[in-house]
């Protein structure tokens, strides 16, 4: 998983339109498909008009849900936000804390919703190390975002250099659990106990 795009949890609000429904539908085909090639054939040996043929759609519907290639793996729509997460924590919890208990949770979530798409994407991103640089260049607004939400819970001044050092140090803290999950084998029940520890030692040496 990279460093994640989309918000958490399930959708609330109003249910959705047969034309939002039948986009979502879409773009889990894609991917699905895309997964399917990836595993069969490698990403790099896989191009975007064998997956639009696989997915039974246009290359241009590919490049609408997906305007890059690596998007397929590295955007997902029920990844865990962090700033959100740690947003929703209780207000009397130290901000490490809320980090904790808020990216824990909602990697749980993520975990739950759809295990064997997100150890796909977790492996892929683990054995194509253009997408490991990839996945650190999209992480660049999801670090301003989670620094952000720390100065808010901490009031310290937006953009501060201790707030940036820390979501920093957090998003290489679950980059790295999940390149360590994927060395282990994936087995479900190990991410979310090494992602929590791994927090507890990150917080140890990081007060706010």
């Avoid at 904790?100 to 796909?120: F, N």
């Avoid at 937006?158 to 820390?166: D, F, I, K, Q």
């Avoid at 803290?173 to 087995?187: C, F, H, K």
Wanted: charged residues 25%.
């Amino acid at each position: 998983m990279a460093p994640v795009q989309t918000s958490s949890g399930p959708r609330s609000g109003p249910p959705l339109g047969l034309r939002e429904r039948k986009k979502i539908q879409t773009r889990r085909a894609i991917r699905r498909a895309a997964y399917r090639l990836f595993e069969e054939y490698g990403y790099d040996a896989t191009p975007v008009d064998r997956i639009a043929e696989a997915a039974d759609v246009s290359p241009s519907t590919v490049f609408r849900y997906f305007p890059a290639k690596e998007d397929l793996v590295l955007r997902r729509e029920h990844d865990p936000l962090p700033a959100t997460a740690v947003l929703a924590r209780p207000a009397g919890e130290s901000p490490m804390e809320a980090v904790r208990q808020g990216v824990v949770e909602a990697v749980r979530q993520a975990l739950e919703s759809d295990p064997a798409e997100l150890k796909q994407s977790a492996r892929i991103i683990h054995d194509v190390p253009a997408l490991r640089g990839r996945a650190a260049e999209a992480g660049t607004e999801t670090c301003r975002l989670l620094a952000a939400a720390l100065a808010e819970r901490t009031g310290r001044p937006p953009g501060g250099l201790e707030t940036r050092v820390a979501a920093a140090a957090v998003l290489a803290v679950i980059n790295e659990v999940l390149m360590y999950w994927v060395d282990q084998g994936q087995p479900e029940d190990l991410l979310v106990p090494a992602l929590d520890h791994a927090l507890r030692t990150l917080a140890d040496g990081i007060t706010l």
